[in-house]
């Protein structure tokens, strides 16, 4: 059985950071597109970023582009998103995803078989 765990949402003011982690059991993301999506009440689902498992190619979304960062770790069968200088507008349930390799580069939602249950992220002061 596949399972997709996101942690590390919460609370912080505007400007600041926080990391968030997507762990998997069932699959190894090497063979896998792992993508962060985000969602608020009311509107669809957006493509946050993306990382290839097997070449780390990474795509970002406009909204994030030289915000946030996007890694993998091998070993811990982990991603991960480093997201800096954080906005009231990335206020969001975030959400991690898998795809088979031939998606690599995707951020559409229809392209993702595997998703986490997800965690709030609140950008306010």
């Known amino acids: 059985q596949v399972k997709l765990v996101e942690s590390g949402g919460g609370l912080v003011q505007p400007g600041g950071s926080l990391r968030l982690s997507c762990a998997a059991s069932?699959?190894?993301?090497?063979?896998?597109?792992v993508s962060w999506f985000r969602q608020v009440p009311g509107k669809d689902r957006e493509g946050v970023s993306c990382?290839?498992?097997?070449?780390?190619?990474?795509v970002y979304g406009d909204s994030v582009k030289g915000r946030f960062t996007i890694s993998k770790d091998r070993a811990k069968n982990t991603v991960s998103l480093q997201m800096n200088s954080l906005k009231p507008e990335d206020t969001a349930i975030y959400y991690c995803?898998?795809?088979?390799?031939?998606?690599?580069?995707?951020?559409?939602?229809?392209?993702?078989?595997?998703w986490g249950q997800g965690t709030q992220v609140t950008v306010s002061s």
């Open positions: 995803a898998a795809a088979p390799l031939f998606y690599t580069g995707s951020l559409k939602v229809d392209d993702y078989g595997y």
């Open positions: 069932g699959i190894r993301f090497d063979y896998y597109v």
């Open positions: 990382i290839s498992g097997s070449d780390g190619t990474t």
